[in-house]
């Protein structure tokens, strides 16, 4: 009968514990010194060797040949050899070690059982009883409270020793057993400590094993020495001949090195149109899509590691050189973003029906991310020209908080709708406004020296002809939507008439009771939107009287519908609460 | 009526007889592969290899042992499969579920095409219990006993419910010396952690689709029709289950997913009266199947533009990224319908998301 190689290869002493000399040289003293607790809490991720720990120190306590004074490895280690240490070894039956599966044994019945059996001395003079309470965490609550006064004062040389992946669940469930018990906390193992012992096992059982085959088990093991194993046994149990990458790969269903080059190629020169194709190739290959996606996490942090200037490690060799290679293709800022669209696929692309699916999407959202990867290097311009800017407009009038605020949303979350927002009036309008107050060298002087947020150009602040005003209107018009789109709409059916004495009046252009019915509605706003613009307060009046004479019968037709969406529309100015919820809930609002 | 033969998996047969003639099988095996190409036949297969009067290996088929694996009745091959919660007094649930088990395989006996099963069927831990008892016992008959479960994700109904998965633990770990499990999952990242770690996994790949039609012309009846055969096998993406299940309303379905979207395009009244119109339960039924073909249609839209075929397909307008998210946005309702969520919920959300993003 073939025997898996995690329970052929488990450890028989302390010593043999890989990755966990923490908890292995305190048991080993605690034995030696004989001052071994009367309860453990051994807890850790699966396959770490919890379970083999705990029958390691119930083989220590009642090893023959350490009785006897004969030779143990080290102090405080047991023979492994002895009759006694080869049934508690093997999990076989001993009348001294106990071996329970609390996962099937959880209720308070099996609790009591327990507790009347320790009650029972140990089957000679010298021996231990040991209990080796596993998948601890499924005890019930009522199970922890019917042991809580013999694990607080056991019977003489009666030990409990409880393993569990959960520990969490035990102090939820059984908060006082935590202060009864020692616990120790394994670690997960170490990548080169599980090639490590790959290697050693592969040589004792006379298999031949590449160096990079036993790498990558150990990477896809994750931490768990139990997994690697396996993993080993697989590749050995359907096969023959030598344990090579290629077919570890293909036992798993993982990916050669090119797939992962030919996926930095679509993205970096955005071929969305490639990703159907790339992934039908992979679903025909029957690659496992899960574990590819756990893959695009090592390859995408190896570049960014490669990008930030450090070595790509979590890769293959090969695969780290190709990838310093093209990492300068490729800004930090947009890895980050694709390893956080990566981190919200991850879920879907498990739990999903349709993995495929989610793989395509999230492959084609990393091909597009161009548009984003533009706006952060124009950011970036920005930030290097703002100095000469801030200097020209040394003098400019006060600074307007609510300006500063949507200019440097951009910097913190560079995302394509907050974008319009960001327009100045900049004669290449496009660009977004420097977001002083992000750049981590101008926060002080920004701070120091407030200015006009409108960077180059003339600012809006010297036009006090109602020509120049009428010039530069539009400018005026396109400031004033970054603000207030809604009053923006308004002025954007307007044409300054005439200026004087701080009274701006505007002539109603085109269509449009609503604009002349918003005009006198939000003149107010209007008038504080336009001081501030401006750098000089305003009065704005209307030519409404003889405009709306002049086209009553458009005015009347449109008035009945228009008017009630700008009422509408005013009022949701007013009440910024009931502007939210509409837009939460879709609201229409009809009067 | 015995059961239908193996198809498809040479390559993987070919490699299994290796190690069973090798005495090398791990005892404790996951099969892993997409729903619908055969992993508990496979794995009936593997039970047969193991206990065929031959000695390991390729089954005979002819041995009284192998005759008797394919008619179910091996009193030394325990297949367990999710089925009903069982319901009755605690200390008889082991009964219970055993006799639900029965009858659940003798219907198989009877028509060894199932379906998949039920949303609410789950491995629960009575039948775990019941696993346990039989583990315990020699073998009757053969050299080994063979424990096949089935759709083992579901050992783990639901998040808080880890019993079952749990009690399976130690015994997976180090099986009695007669003993053999088998595994099978279409999503081994369900499993629980702890479970996966002590099993040695094996992939079982789609099959070609020249091995479905086969099966399309041979197993069922009545036998579908060659052209038809060809056809379902070609949709069904190497997976005889997807092709068996492919129904003759799939053109309906179809119709719902592009009546949702049309819904959502057309603004909110017109969501909420198509909200108002689905059923306000069973998310897992036909509701959940809607969705993904709406996914799908969204997903061919996609395609298509990227390739830069012009015209031809609804959405033209529509930035690709925005039928990005609406895909991820229909993928979520699934998730929601899946947890038997009121689809009229999702309905009236889904709907307002894809408008949003102006499908």
């Known amino acids: 009968m073939h025997l898996a190689l995690a329970r052929k290869y488990r450890p028989r002493a302390f010593a043999d514990l890989i990755g966990q000399e923490h908890v292995a040289r305190a048991l080993r003293g605690a034995v030696a010194q004989g001052r071994v607790a009367h309860g453990y809490l051994l807890c850790g991720p699966r396959g770490v ?124 469930t059984a908060a006082p057993v935590m202060s009864r018990l020692q616990r120790f906390d394994f670690r997960r193992v170490g990548p080169h400590a599980i090639a490590e012992r790959l290697a050693y096992v592969a040589a004792a059982e006379h298999l031949a094993a590449e160096g990079d085959a036993c790498t990558l088990i150990a990477r896809v093991a994750d931490g768990g020495m139990r997994d690697a194993l396996s993993v080993l046994d697989q590749v050995t149990a359907f096969g023959e001949g030598p344990v090579t990458t290629a077919r570890v790969r293909e036992l798993l269903g993982l990916v050669s090195d090119d797939v992962y080059v030919e996926l930095l190629d679509i993205v970096a020169n955005r071929r969305a149109e490639a990703v159907f194709p790339y992934v039908a190739t992979l679903v025909e290959a029957g690659v496992d899509l899960v574990a590819f996606a756990d893959g695009l996490g090592d390859l995408w942090r190896a570049v960014l590691a490669a990008s930030l200037g450090g070595a790509p490690d979590g890769v293959s060799a090969a695969l780290g050189a190709i990838i310093r290679e093209r990492a300068p293709a490729l800004a930090p800022g947009d890895t980050l973003r694709i390893l956080r669209a990566l981190g919200e696929a991850e879920e879907p692309i498990r739990r999903s029906g349709n993995p495929r699916l989610v793989l395509e999407t999230l492959l084609v959202r990393w091909a597009l991310l161009d548009r984003t990867v533009d706006i952060a290097e124009l950011l970036r311009e920005e930030r290097t020209d703002a100095p000469t800017h801030r200097r020209t407009e040394e003098g400019g009038p006060g600074p307007t908080p609510e300006r500063r605020a949507p200019a440097s949303a ?118 504080e939107l336009l001081g501030r613009l401006l750098g000089a307060p305003v009065r704005v009046g209307t030519q409404s009287a003889a405009a709306a004479a002049a086209r009553p019968a458009t005015a009347e037709r449109v008035t009945a519908d228009g008017a009630r969406t700008e009422r509408t529309r005013a009022l949701r100015e007013k009440h910024p609460a009931l502007d939210q919820a509409v837009d939460a809930l879709d609201l229409e609002l009809l009067e | 009526m015995p059961l239908h033969p193996v198809y498809g998996h040479e390559a993987l047969r070919a490699r299994l007889v290796g190690t069973l003639k090798a005495h090398k099988l791990p005892p404790a095996l996951l099969l892993l592969g997409p729903p619908g190409v055969g992993k508990q036949r496979l794995g009936l297969w593997l039970a047969a290899g193991l206990l065929c009067e031959s000695g390991p290996g390729e089954p005979c088929g002819t041995c009284h042992s192998c005759r008797l694996v394919d008619s179910l009745q091996h009193p030394d091959v325990h297949w367990s499969f999710p089925v009903a919660r069982p319901k009755g007094d605690e200390s008889k649930q082991v009964e219970e579920a055993e006799e639900t088990l029965g009858e659940a395989i003798a219907a198989r006996r009877e028509n060894p095409l199932y379906g998949r099963p039920d949303g609410l069927h789950a491995l629960f831990l009575p039948l775990v219990r019941l696993l ?182 609804t959405h033209a307008e529509v930035p690709a990224e925005r039928l990005v998210d609406a895909i991820r946005e229909l993928d979520r309702a699934k998730g929601w319908a899946r947890g038997n969520v009121n689809p009229q919920l999702i309905v009236a959300h889904l709907t307002r998301a894809l408008g949003e993003l102006g499908l």
């Not at chain 2, 997976?172 to 702890?194: G, R, V, W, Y």
């Open chain 1, 49 to 172: 060797g919890k379970t083999t720990a705990a029958r390691i120190l119930a083989m220590a306590l009642n090893c023959e040949t350490r009785s006897r004074g004969g030779v143990t490895p080290a102090p405080g280690e047991p023979c492994g050899e002895c009759p006694s240490c080869e049934r508690i070894w093997s999990g076989g039956a001993s009348l001294d070690v106990v071996e329970i599966d609390a996962a099937s044994n959880r209720g308070v019945d099996d609790a009591r059982d327990l507790r009347e059996r320790a009650m029972y001395a140990a089957s000679a003079e010298g021996r231990y009883k040991v209990y080796i309470v596993d998948e601890a965490h499924m005890l019930t609550r009522e199970a922890w409270n019917a042991l809580l006064k013999i694990l607080e004062e056991p019977p003489p040389r009666v030990i409990f020793v409880f393993a569990t992946t959960e520990p969490q669940k035990i102090s939820n």
């Open chain 1, 410 to 527: 951009p910097a913190a979350a560079p995302r394509p709708p907050s974008r319009p927002q960001a327009r100045t009036l900049e004669d290449s309008g496009a660009r977004p406004a420097a977001p002083a107050g992000s750049a981590p060298a101008s926060t002080g002087d920004a701070a120091a020296a407030p200015h006009s947020s409108v960077p180059g150009g003339e600012p809006l602040t010297g036009l006090f002809t109602v020509e120049a005003l009428r010039a530069r209107w539009a400018d005026v018009v396109t400031a004033a939507r970054a603000e207030k789109p809604v009053l923006a709409s308004i002025l954007e059916d307007t044409e300054p008439e005439s200026l004087g004495g701080g009274a701006l009046v505007l002539r109603v252009i085109g269509r449009s009771a609503m604009t002349a019915e918003g005009l006198s509605r939000s003149r107010q706003r209007l008038e």
């Open chain 2, 132 to 313: 346990h008892r039989q583990a315990m016992m020699r073998p009757v008959m053969g050299r080994v006993k063979v424990f096949l479960v089935g759709d083992a994700e579901r050992l783990v109904p639901q998040a808080s419910s880890q019993e079952a998965a749990n009690a399976m633990l130690k015994v997976l770990e180090e099986p009695p010396p007669d003993t053999h499990f088998i595994l099978t999952t279409t999503d081994s990242a369900a499993l629980l952690p702890t479970i996966r770690s002590r099993l040695v996994p094996l992939r079982v790949r789609r099959l070609p689709s020249a091995d479905v039609a086969r099966f399309l012309r041979e197993v069922p009846t009545p036998a579908v029709a060659a052209e038809e055969a060809e056809h379902r096998a070609e949709a069904a993406l190497g997976s005889i289950g997807d092709a068996l299940e492919q129904r003759e309303d799939a053109g309906d379905v179809a119709a719902a997913a592009e009546r949702l979207l049309e819904a959502a395009r057309r603004g909110p009244a017109a969501r909420y009266r198509y909200a108002l119109g689905v059923k306000s339960f069973g998310a897992r039924s036909d509701f959940t199947e809607t969705l993904g073909a709406a996914a799908e249609l969204l997903r061919d839209d996609l395609a298509q533009r990227l390739r830069g075929a012009a015209g031809g397909h």
